[in-house]
């Protein structure tokens, strides 16, 4: 009989956190940054390239997910299924210049209770929009949505999105407290377009306030309505008002039928030593900024998503996950969550026991000893494209899974090829397995 534990050890050997729970893997998160990345949602995706569902003994109820200290994080299963899941990890730590942010996940526990909590894993946002149902419920629980028409289900960069094609699709969230910015907003959204359908094209929108939508020769804009008098609402209407908006635009055009990450920013500072300005971001990288004395307008209409409040300006595109928080990201925090998103910012190790960590390869050696026998379960390095940067540069992680800054260790990026599924379903994973951290044995 073949037994197996899917273990790193974190010094030595990291205790088991529970022994009830019987197959555990880890994740490891660098942060190259000067910008400590507290809070970060990362998307864990599960599947015969990483972890196979199959690995849970409750449909998904056994998950867990547990830091170096022993606590266990808040998470959300978006979508889960024979093929794969997609899960949201609230990160309650990612210090700024750290290599080895380790996150354990853990199953194996037919007993467990499901214990996904989306309010808990989005509590850093106003608003978190999945769109995988026709009613799209806001994850975070503040507020209520209503669906405009019955935008088709197609699929999405996570799970499922929504084909907002017609001019009376959309979702309209009604105006509530939770939704008001304060002094600082970041508005994120994927989306995927071929051709935008008309002029004014919107990704997401609050008249008098803010909006994401097109910007000429189908490119990406970012609108914020600023309070020229210090107080009294935005001048000239907000958004599309013209006078007392900051417009920004990016470079190059989004119609190429490929999903990109658009983030706007609106940041709020204190006085013309450090002044206030808005950022457009471009699949985690900045494409626009301005700087103004201005103030964040403040309005109580309703926030629309792939519309404005006419209902009349859908995109003709893809949209999904779609979120909006009350402070300013950095350009390091856009640039981590287009990487945990597109799954280049963590990756998947497995060592043989008594490795050790602190090693120059911090993941070990990567290899999974099974009866004897040796199966490389990462790829080649995964850092091969995100060195360079000196400490306190703000660079953005390396797009083949390594961080910048870092050297890559020999374990595959979360989501690619060569995983440990890939040798879990070589093996097929009928297999015991121990609470222990051995390589194998028969």
């Given at each position: 009989?073949?037994?197996?534990?899917?273990?790193?050890?974190?010094?030595?050997?990291?205790?088991?956190?529970?022994?009830?729970?019987?197959?555990?893997?880890?994740?490891?998160?660098?942060?190259?940054?000067?910008?400590?990345?507290?809070?970060?949602?990362?998307?864990?995706?599960?599947?015969?390239?990483?972890?196979?569902?199959?690995?849970?003994?409750?449909?998904?109820?056994?998950?867990?997910f547990v830091d170096a200290s022993g606590a266990v994080l808040p998470h959300e299963i978006e979508s889960w299924d024979a093929g794969g899941a997609a899960v949201w990890v609230r990160l309650s730590a990612v210090p700024a210049h750290t290599e080895d942010?380790?996150?354990?996940?853990?199953?194996?526990?037919?007993?467990?209770?499901?214990?996904?909590?989306?309010?808990?894993?989005?509590?850093?946002?106003?608003?978190?929009?999945?769109?995988?149902?026709?009613?799209?419920?806001?994850?975070?629980?503040?507020?209520?949505?209503?669906?405009?028409?019955?935008?088709?289900?197609?699929?999405?960069?996570?799970?499922?999105?929504?084909?907002?094609?017609?001019?009376?699709?959309?979702?309209?969230?009604?105006?509530?407290?939770?939704?008001?910015?304060?002094?600082?907003?970041?508005?994120?959204?994927?989306?995927?377009?071929?051709?935008?359908?008309?002029?004014?094209?919107?990704?997401?929108?609050?008249?008098?306030?803010?909006?994401?939508?097109?910007?000429?020769?189908?490119?990406?804009?970012?609108?914020?309505?600023?309070?020229?008098?210090?107080?009294?609402?935005?001048?000239?209407?907000?958004?599309?008002?013209?006078?007392?908006?900051?417009?920004?635009?990016?470079?190059?055009?989004?119609?190429?039928?490929?999903?990109?990450?658009?983030?706007?920013?609106?940041?709020?500072?204190?006085?013309?030593?450090?002044?206030?300005?808005?950022?457009?971001?471009?699949?985690?990288?900045?494409?626009?900024?301005?700087?103004?004395?201005?103030?964040?307008?403040?309005?109580?209409?309703?926030?629309?998503?792939?519309?404005?409040?006419?209902?009349?300006?859908?995109?003709?595109?893809?949209?999904?996950?779609?979120?909006?928080?009350?402070?300013?990201?950095?350009?390091?925090?856009?640039?981590?969550?287009?990487?945990?998103?597109?799954?280049?910012?963590?990756?998947?190790?497995?060592?043989?026991?008594?490795?050790?960590?602190?090693?120059?390869?911090?993941?070990?050696?990567?290899?999974?000893?099974?009866?004897?026998?040796?199966?490389?379960?990462?790829?080649?390095?995964?850092?091969?494209?995100?060195?360079?940067?000196?400490?306190?540069?703000?660079?953005?992680?390396?797009?083949?899974?390594?961080?910048?800054?870092?050297?890559?260790?020999?374990?595959?990026?979360?989501?690619?090829?060569?995983?440990?599924?890939?040798?879990?379903?070589?093996?097929?994973?009928?297999?015991?397995?121990?609470?222990?951290?051995?390589?194998?044995?028969?």
């Amino acid at each position: 009989m073949l037994w197996l534990a899917l273990a790193v050890p974190a010094h030595a050997a990291t205790p088991w956190w529970d022994e009830a729970w019987t197959v555990r893997a880890r994740l490891r998160v660098p942060n190259a940054s000067a910008v400590a990345l507290d809070g970060l949602p990362l998307l864990v995706r599960l599947g015969p390239d990483t972890v196979p569902t199959s690995a849970s003994a409750a449909g998904g109820d056994d998950l867990r997910f547990v830091d170096a200290s022993g606590a266990v994080l808040p998470h959300e299963i978006e979508s889960w299924d024979a093929g794969g899941a997609a899960v949201w990890v609230r990160l309650s730590a990612v210090p700024a210049h750290t290599e080895d942010t380790v996150v354990w996940l853990y199953l194996g526990n037919a007993g467990a209770p499901d214990t996904s909590d989306a309010p808990a894993t989005w509590a850093d946002a106003l608003g978190v929009w999945h769109l995988g149902e026709v009613g799209s419920a806001d994850a975070t629980g503040n507020s209520v949505t209503t669906s405009l028409g019955v935008p088709a289900a197609e699929a999405g960069m996570v799970g499922t999105g929504r084909a907002l094609t017609q001019a009376g699709q959309g979702y309209q969230v009604a105006d509530a407290d939770a939704l008001d910015a304060g002094s600082s907003i970041t508005v994120s959204a994927w989306i995927r377009l071929d051709d935008w359908r008309t002029d004014d094209g919107v990704i997401a929108s609050r008249r008098g306030g803010w909006a994401l939508a097109r910007c000429g020769d189908d490119r990406v804009g970012w609108t914020v309505a600023v309070d020229q008098g210090g107080g009294g609402g935005p001048w000239g209407g907000g958004p599309w008002g013209g006078d007392g908006e900051l417009d920004l635009c990016s470079d190059e055009a989004l119609s190429d039928g490929a999903w990109h990450h658009v983030v706007g920013v609106y940041d709020q500072r204190d006085g013309p030593l450090d002044p206030s300005g808005a950022r457009l971001y471009v699949d985690g990288a900045l494409v626009d900024d301005a700087e103004t004395s201005d103030r964040l307008a403040n309005t109580d209409d309703a926030v629309v998503l792939g519309n404005d409040d006419a209902h009349d300006v859908a995109p003709n595109a893809v949209l999904d996950e779609v979120r909006i928080y009350d402070d300013a990201w950095s350009t390091a925090r856009v640039a981590a969550d287009h990487a945990s998103v597109t799954g280049t910012l963590a990756t998947w190790c497995s060592a043989a026991a008594g490795d050790d960590p602190f090693a120059a390869d911090p993941c070990g050696a990567a290899d999974l000893a099974l009866g004897g026998a040796t199966t490389t379960t990462g790829g080649t390095t995964g850092g091969t494209t995100g060195p360079g940067g000196d400490p306190g540069e703000d660079r953005a992680p390396g797009a083949d899974g390594g961080a910048a800054g870092t050297a890559g260790c020999d374990c595959s990026a979360a989501g690619s090829a060569g995983g440990l599924g890939a040798a879990l379903l070589a093996l097929g994973l009928g297999v015991s397995r121990r609470r222990r951290d051995v390589t194998a044995r028969r």
